[in-house]
Structures are given as structure tokens and as C-alpha cells.
């Protein structure tokens, strides 16, 4: 995963995601800090990868965190072309090859769980009714 920065302190950064967890505030203890953007809690959120997913989790931050414009109230899926936004700054998510969807398949990849679940479901169909078409 990669994060860019579109808004605020390094605005144009992009920031390559290679460990497990991070954190994003406004001190210079955290991994990405977004000096000077007084709005921004000195350590205001974190990103963690939990499997093929990355979760944002706001760590009781003074003003909140928002993803596509909705406040964060719990931990929060991140997704490709995501809009983390704290303080005055806004973080864009970029994912690319597997992590891109969340699983391994190419239809997995492309529609999500969802669809890979209707898949099955229509496959196990399909296979029960080649059964009783034998019989």
C-alpha cells in the first residue's frame, strides 16, 4: 500500500507502506507526522494490516478522523482511492496487485467477497443439478 499525501504538511509525498503498523500524527515520534497541521493530534490515528486487509483505527484523536467524508467511529477497512482526511490534511490510499481488492483471485479482485461467495454458490448449484440430470 502506498499513501499520498494531496493535502497539507508534505503535500505530494507519497509514502510507501511496507510494515505491519504505523502511525500518523502530528509528532515527529510518529512514522508518517504532519508537522505543523495544528488540527492533527500528536498521535492521531493508525494504520495496521490485519491479512489482506489494512485498517485505520483513530486513537482517540481530538478532532476525529474521517474516511470519504464519514467520521471514523471504530476500526475501518481501507480500500483503493480512499480519502483519509485529519486535521486540514488529506491522505489518499493507493493499493495495488493483491492487496488491491483484499484476496487472491482475479475475481476476488475485481468485485470482492461477495461475488466470490455468489460464484460458489452458483457453482455448487450447477453441480447439484448436473447430479440430478444424471440420476
Same mark, same amino acid.
Given at each position: 500500500?502506498?499513501?499520498c499525501?494531496r493535502?497539507?504538511?508534505?503535500?505530494?509525498s507519497?509514502?510507501?507502506c511496507e510494515?505491519?503498523r504505523?502511525s500518523?500524527?502530528r509528532?515527529?515520534?510518529?512514522?508518517?507526522?504532519l508537522?505543523?497541521?495544528?488540527?492533527v493530534?500528536?498521535r492521531?490515528c493508525?494504520i495496521l494490516r490485519?491479512?489482506?486487509?489494512?485498517?485505520l483505527v483513530?486513537v482517540?484523536s481530538t478532532?476525529?478522523?474521517?474516511?470519504?467524508g464519514?467520521?471514523v467511529?471504530g476500526p475501518?477497512? *481501507?480500500?483503493h482511492?480512499?480519502?483519509i $482526511?485529519?486535521?486540514?490534511?488529506?491522505?489518499?490510499?493507493?493499493? &495495488? !496487485?493483491?492487496?488491491? +481488492?483484499?484476496g487472491?483471485s482475479p *475475481?476476488?479482485r475485481?468485485f470482492g467477497? $461477495?461475488?466470490?461467495?455468489?460464484?460458489a454458490?452458483?457453482?455448487? &448449484? !450447477?453441480?447439484l443439478? +448436473?447430479?440430478q440430470?444424471w440420476?
Amino acid at each position: 500500500m502506498r499513501l499520498c499525501i494531496r493535502r497539507g504538511p508534505g503535500a505530494g509525498s507519497i509514502i510507501d507502506c511496507e510494515r505491519v503498523r504505523f502511525s500518523i500524527g502530528r509528532s515527529r515520534a510518529n512514522d508518517i507526522p504532519l508537522l505543523g497541521d495544528w488540527r492533527v493530534s500528536r498521535r492521531h490515528c493508525e494504520i495496521l494490516r490485519q491479512g489482506w486487509h489494512w485498517i485505520l483505527v483513530d486513537v482517540g484523536s481530538t478532532n476525529g478522523t474521517c474516511v470519504n467524508g464519514r467520521r471514523v467511529s471504530g476500526p475501518t477497512v *481501507l480500500r483503493h482511492g480512499d480519502i483519509i $482526511a485529519l486535521g486540514e490534511s488529506e491522505i489518499e490510499v493507493l493499493m &495495488a !496487485g493483491e492487496e488491491f +481488492a483484499g484476496g487472491s483471485s482475479p *475475481l476476488h479482485r475485481a468485485f470482492g467477497t $461477495a461475488a466470490l461467495a455468489g460464484t460458489a454458490i452458483l457453482h455448487l &448449484a !450447477g453441480v447439484l443439478l +448436473a447430479l440430478q440430470l444424471w440420476r
